[in-house]
């Protein structure tokens, strides 16, 4: 916690972590929120090739402009990921090939091409190429102020865009053939979001690098889902955790020697999808556990009680006190101590002193018929309805 | 130096041959995305057992790496199985974040080690000639033993299950009531991915991993409706990929992994545009063809339409198609010069007459039989 806090005061004042924490809090907001559309949109793996397709992109631009800036590199990965895209939906539209492998097919054939592009590039002993082949790995500590200046000003535009289109993107997103019946331009909202995601890989892929990306495009999205079903809620939500998981990251790898900036970023996304997943309210699996774990206490509990006031019946009696190996014969699939043990503290029923034998109380039968009544409603036992009833008669 | 260049194109056939077979399957199951997880997992596993093993040549890396592979996949399912996650999701948050622990533990413990990142990545096909290996009396790369018996076993593996591969693959409802097991076979394929990933890696990264496994069965696949020519197909193409790779990375002295993978790009797009029936180049001409005989049989029925008709002569003449049909004129004159090339008119002056057989495919086109 020093660590992060030391690294805290290092933001002001030393050079280098501002440009890092600043960078990867515009790279977390910009792919937190398109993250959430992806995540809606079924096209988490987007991110991934995108981040590989976008890398012949950057070369050639570099090799046309001679220039490591960061905007032409920038608008050269964006034309590389749209062609990429036109030719996973060309593949797609017109022949058998599957959604995935085109992806997998563009992921992998770009990438290498770029490789190949890049070592290219190398031979030509240039100077001015040094850093190119960072973007594989990313270097956030290599990202300059000019670099923050661009990624902010591109983020804030692509930020606008999404509240621009709001309306339009939310249609895509959730029934894209009711879309096209209203006559919106589908296929170009499609590609303006695509476009956009391009836009935030290639913003992470120098702080975090091509293979990290991916998680920044699914894990905030993911994460956010799971907290809400309102997509203006998600989104913000999404843009958090991406902005939560890219400073803290920065941070924690500056207060630490020989910690890289990307994984951590990373680690850091994973860890908030993890605690989503399991703690989230309502859709959180330690709830859904718990919710699980009394609806079985309550069913054990039921069976039990009807038990004991069947065997009760027999002797004309519904609070004779019964043995517990009896007990335990009708409700077999369950430890009927344990449960008896819990009923007694609730005082539905009695052991009778000094023996193991129990029987039911007034209060016990009272809640059984009205457990009994309220199994019938919801119709949960079909079973238990049926015997519910003969008992009740 | 002639000898390095034949046994590293073996080494390269060898990695192709072994990669497209097990990607035939991805590719027809719809997981091609998870060759890309596993190739890059497979860095965790290594990484792993390195800590606890402590040799970087150790053949039990092999093992760590093939079952982080399957962990990896194991844990995607995991997530999925919550029903929090969609698939595309499920995968997109394991491989990241393996991988990210792998770098982390390279750079803070393994910093003096070579395990470079970048090779991850691209690896190096050109070394597989100095790390040698006798086996029998015969000295060979270590890359063709490992590849080659990776080879074999997946060779044989689908020799053993090819049937069951085949029904799981295509109807797995039918496989499971016929108690085919669907889980082992889906796990045998991951097995089979996984350690063909591992011993590809080492000489071409993890990235044409991923191109090798998916590429040439995608084109493959467009070639193709049989399985047993699809696994030969992509068998060929991932080593005329690699081949060619080699030779121009060679030539022009280019990055040897990224240049097969432009191959196995270019093949596809090859297949893509010229595949017989399913290419682009074959569905249009196709389309086109339909839409001229489209044309010459609407025409004919319009001529058997009006033939006996008092306007005959009228309706039936060149120029009054380009009003009925809205036929551009030039488009007209293609289709009458069609249909008399097919013997199906004849002309009189202006106006058009159907011949017998120009009236017998009119009519079967209206569903009157004749006589």
């Known amino acids: 916690m020093n660590g992060i806090l030391e690294g805290l005061s290092l933001v002001f004042t030393d050079y280098t972590i501002r440009n890092v924490v600043l960078g990867a809090l515009i790279l977390g907001t910009l792919s937190g929120t398109l993250s959430a559309y992806a995540v809606l949109r079924k096209q988490s793996l987007l991110g991934d090739v995108m981040s590989h397709a976008a890398l012949p992109g950057i070369i050639l631009a570099f090799i046309l402009t001679g220039l490591r800036a960061p905007l032409p590199l920038f608008i050269g990965a964006i034309i590389a990921g749209a062609l990429g895209t036109v030719f996973m939906r060309l593949v797609t539209s017109q022949t058998r090939v599957k959604e995935d492998t085109a992806q997998g097919v563009v992921l992998a054939v770009f990438f290498g091409f770029g490789m190949t592009l890049l070592s290219w590039v190398l031979r030509q002993n240039n100077v001015e190429h040094a850093g190119l082949d960072k973007f594989l790995f990313g270097r956030a500590a290599a990202i300059i102020s000019e670099d923050v200046f661009l990624i902010g000003v591109i983020g804030f535009i692509a930020l606008l865009l999404i509240l621009v289109f709001w309306k339009e993107f939310k249609l895509v997103s959730f029934d894209p053939g009711y879309g096209r019946t209203l006559g919106f331009p589908i296929g170009a909202l499609d590609l303006l979001m695509t476009t956009l995601l391009v836009v935030a890989v290639v913003v992470g892929l120098q702080t975090v690098g091509v293979v ?123 430890n009927a101590r344990r449960t008896l043990h ?50 009740a008669a | 130096m002639n000898q390095a260049i034949v046994e590293i194109s073996l080494v390269a056939s060898l990695v192709a ?65 919550t029903r929090r996650v969609r698939e595309d999701a499920a995968i997109g948050l394991v491989f990241p974040l393996l991988f990210s622990v792998a770098v982390i533990i390279i750079t ?114 467009l070639l193709t409706d049989r399985l047993s020519r699809m696994l030969l197909y992509s068998v060929l193409i991932a080593i005329a990929s690699a081949l060619c790779g080699y030779a121009v990375a060679r030539a022009l002295d280019l990055n040897i992994s990224g240049t097969m993978a432009t191959f196995t790009g270019i093949f596809f797009v090859l297949a893509l545009l010229f595949a017989p029936e399913r290419g682009l180049v074959a569905k249009t001409q196709q389309r086109e063809r339909r839409k001229q005989r489209f044309a010459v049989e609407t025409l004919l029925v319009h001529l058997n339409t009006h033939e006996l008709s008092p306007d005959a002569a009228r309706e039936n003449s060149i120029p009054h198609l380009t009003d009925e049909l809205s036929w551009q004129p030039l488009f007209a004159q293609a289709a009458v010069q069609r249909a008399r090339e097919g013997g199906y008119i004849s002309e009189r002056g202006e106006t058009l007459l159907l011949t017998p057989t120009g009236r017998e495919i009119a009519r079967q086109r209206l569903g009157i039989t004749a006589g």
């Open chain 1, 212 to 334: 990290l990306m991916a998680a920044m495009i699914v894990a905030p999205g993911t994460a956010a889902r799971q907290w809400t079903n309102r997509l203006h809620v998600m989104v913000i939500l999404s843009a958090l955790f991406g902005a939560i998981a890219g400073v803290s990251g920065a941070l924690i790898s500056a207060s630490a020697s020989r910690l890289p900036t990307g994984p951590v970023i990373v680690l850091v996304a994973s860890l908030i999808v993890g605690v989503s997943i399991l703690f989230a309210p309502e859709r959180g699996l330690v709830w859904a556990w718990v919710r699980d774990r009394r609806s079985g206490d309550k069913l054990r509990a039921v069976a039990v009680l009807e038990a004991l006031y069947q065997m009760g019946q027999h002797h004309g009696n519904p609070l004779q006190p019964h043995a517990l190996p009896s007990i335990q014969a009708v409700v077999s699939g369950q």
């Open chain 1, 342 to 391: 819990d009923l007694q503290n609730n005082e539905l029923v009695v052991q009778e002193v000094g023996s193991d034998r129990w029987a039911l109380t007034q209060k016990g039968v009272e809640f059984l018929m009205t457990m009994l009544n309220n199994l019938r409603l919801e119709k949960a036992r079909p079973s238990a309805l049926h015997e519910a009833e003969g008992v």
């Open chain 2, 17 to 81: 041959a072994a990669c497209a077979l097990p990607g035939c399957f991805l590719v027809l199951r719809r997981m091609s995305l998870v060759s890309d997880a596993i190739s890059h997992t497979v860095l965790f596993g290594i990484v792993v057992g390195f800590l606890l093993i402590g040799d970087t040549r150790s053949p039990l890396l092999i093992l760590f790496a093939a079952g982080s592979g399957i962990l990896a996949v194991l844990i995607s399912e995991l997530l999925l199985k």
């Open chain 2, 108 to 221: 803070r413990n393994l910093s003096n080690v070579h395990i470079d990142t970048d090779a991850v990545l691209l690896g190096e096909v050109v070394f597989a000639p100095f790390n040698r290996a006798a086996l029998g009396g015969i000295n060979l790369p270590r890359g063709v033993w490992v590849m080659g018996a990776i080879l074999l076993i997946n060779l044989v593996l689908l020799a053993l299950f090819y049937k069951e591969l085949k029904l799981s693959t295509f109807d797995p409802g039918l496989a499971a009531a016929l108690g085919f097991a669907p889980t082992v076979i889906h796990y045998g394929l991951m097995t089979s991915v996984s350690v063909t990933a591992v011993g590809a890696f080492d000489h071409v990264g993890a990235v044409l991993v991923v191109a090798l496994m998916i590429a040439p069965p995608a084109s493959a696949y």
